[in-house]
């Protein structure tokens, strides 16, 4: 396959991402908004679905193709970068790798507060309200990441 076909899956991977975001913010909105306890849990599921969906293809489809474009003799040479070269490329990587660290913290998160939304007896909605909160701000600084490596993929700033 072509150069450009991984590097539109890489940008298609940063879209799937931003959409998530978007979804995140509308949800998390509405669940600080929402006075039923069974629609905010509604909403909650919801949100926490959206964000794992939109974060995970999201982080895999960008480690595939980055990794197959690295690999590439077409394109741009960047291959497997000279950090002292693309300073920028070097920081985009380190922000992914905290991308990745944060993601292993909110599958966690993730399951705890799923745990708690499937019980059947009546848990104290404040604690599951606390666990999506912990879930939803790793989500936030997920996004926070992304969004500072699209700006440096785009503007490619010369770091000295």
């Given amino acids: 396959m072509s150069y450009q076909f991984y590097f539109w899956l890489h940008i298609i991977s940063y879209v799937i991402w ?21 629609v905010q849990k509604r909403l909650i599921r919801y949100e926490r679905l ?30 497997w970068f000279d950090v002292q070269l693309y300073p920028w490329l070097a920081l985009k990587q380190l922000l992914f790798g ?13 399951i705890i507060l ?10 104290l909605y404040s604690k599951i309200k ?11 600084i997920i996004y926070a990441l992304v969004v500072l490596s699209i700006f440096l993929g785009i503007l490619k700033p010369a770091l000295s």
């Fill in 114 to 123: 799923k745990k708690y939304l499937s019980q059947q007896k009546e848990i």
């Fill in 50 to 79: 959206l964000s794992a969906i939109g974060s995970y293809t999201g982080a895999i489809g960008i480690i595939i193709s980055g990794s197959i474009m690295s690999s590439m003799s077409v394109g741009p040479p960047w291959g």
């Fill in 18 to 38: 931003l959409v998530a975001f978007a979804g995140s913010l509308i949800c998390g909105i509405k669940i600080r908004i929402e006075d039923s306890t069974p």
């Fill in 130 to 140: 606390k666990r999506w909160r912990n879930a939803y701000r790793i989500s936030m």
């Fill in 98 to 110: 905290i991308i990745i660290l944060f993601l292993a913290i909110e599958i966690k998160r993730n």
